[in-house]
């Protein structure tokens, strides 16, 4: 089952956030994967715009993606993403963990009835 944490509103100190759309912050995994690499994604974030996941490899940014969602009750969900930021996270000297920005490319998902949207609206639900 997924656990919703909050959802971040912006506010005076959050103005300079680049982001349209309020971030959810997910306390358990939506299980996640990329389709053509067949790669197990951590998603930690998630908005109408793009999504922050955690894998054990580095994305290149500018590469396009597409990724297969599945919530706690199996339902999936497939969209495409640009990398838009790389970085590792982990401390000097431990096993890397990559955090990845992904901008979904697809404006219809982005949409509050669409892909994105709905997927948003079963995580409140669960």
């Given amino acids: 089952m997924i656990e919703f944490a909050r959802s971040r509103t912006m ?6 956030d680049r982001r349209r759309s309020p971030r959810i912050e997910l306390l358990s995994q939506i299980h996640g994967h990329t389709v053509s690499l067949d790669l197990p994604v951590r998603v930690v974030q998630i ?5 922050a996941i955690e894998t054990t490899v580095p994305f290149p940014v500018g ?7 599945t919530l706690g009750d199996d339902s999936t969900t497939e ?3 640009r ?16 955090t ?27």
């Fill in 11 to 16: 506010t005076a100190a959050a103005t300079d």
């Fill in 47 to 51: 908005s109408l715009g793009g999504m």
């Fill in 63 to 69: 590469a396009v993606h597409a990724f297969r969602l």
């Fill in 79 to 81: 969209l495409t993403g």
């Fill in 83 to 98: 990398v838009m930021h790389c970085r590792n996270a982990a401390p000097a000297g431990a096993t890397p963990i990559f």
């Fill in 100 to 126: 990845t920005g992904v901008q979904f490319v697809d404006n219809e998902a982005e949409e509050p009835s669409g892909a994105v949207g709905d997927l948003i609206n079963r995580v409140h639900k669960a």
